[in-house]
């Protein structure tokens, strides 16, 4: 199998810190019964599942642009990591409480093409699943694709020569 071009690395990698929150989440209601309970790995997705069953988590389409930093312009992407909630207003508010914390722990140390990620903002939002809104966390992620060169620069690796 060939390695995935960058976008496809950074949202594998986001996914896999979205999948390490909702176990750590599992676990915690799994030793706490006044935790909110529900919380399942499975339920964290690389793209927007066919069916959100609350909770649920996915890594969104991404914007790709032009980032500055110390060492000059880089290429980014921003992909907004979404969470679905569901159940009455203060299991909502606390399961929200849970989900900023420990995704943005988890998220926060995300590396792409070895670049740390930047965790930009995390916040309460609504979230359309499908026709219906709920809330949700929405977390807006920037992972770094690559540095300018003399080079022509593409997201997808050129093929290797045979």
């Known amino acids: 199998m060939s390695e995935p071009d960058r976008l496809t690395a950074a949202r594998l990698a986001l996914h896999d810190a979205l999948a390490a929150t909702f176990q750590q989440l599992a676990d ?6 006044e935790t909110v309970a529900g919380w399942h790995a499975d339920r ?3 793209h927007l599942p066919r069916q959100v069953v609350t909770p649920c988590g996915w890594v969104e389409v991404p914007t790709v642009h032009q980032a500055p930093d110390a ?12 969470v679905a909630l569901d159940g009455e207003d203060r299991a909502q508010a606390e399961a929200q409480d849970l989900v900023l914390s420990r995704g943005w722990d988890h998220l926060s140390r995300v590396k792409v093409n070895g670049l740390r990620v930047t965790v930009q903002t995390a916040g309460p939002g609504e979230v359309d699943v499908g026709g219906t809104t709920v809330r949700g ?7 770094g694709l ?3 060169t003399w080079c022509s620069q593409t997201i997808v690796p050129a093929p290797a020569a045979d």
Do not use: I
């Not at 966390?137 to 992972?143: G, K, T």
């Open 28 to 33: 915690e209601a799994a030793t706490d019964p």
């Open 146 to 148: 690559m540095r300018p």
């Open 71 to 82: 060492a000059g312009p880089r290429q980014s992407a921003t992909f907004p990591v979404f």
């Open 44 to 46: 964290a997705h690389a």
């Open 137 to 143: 966390v929405v977390f807006s992620v920037q992972a």
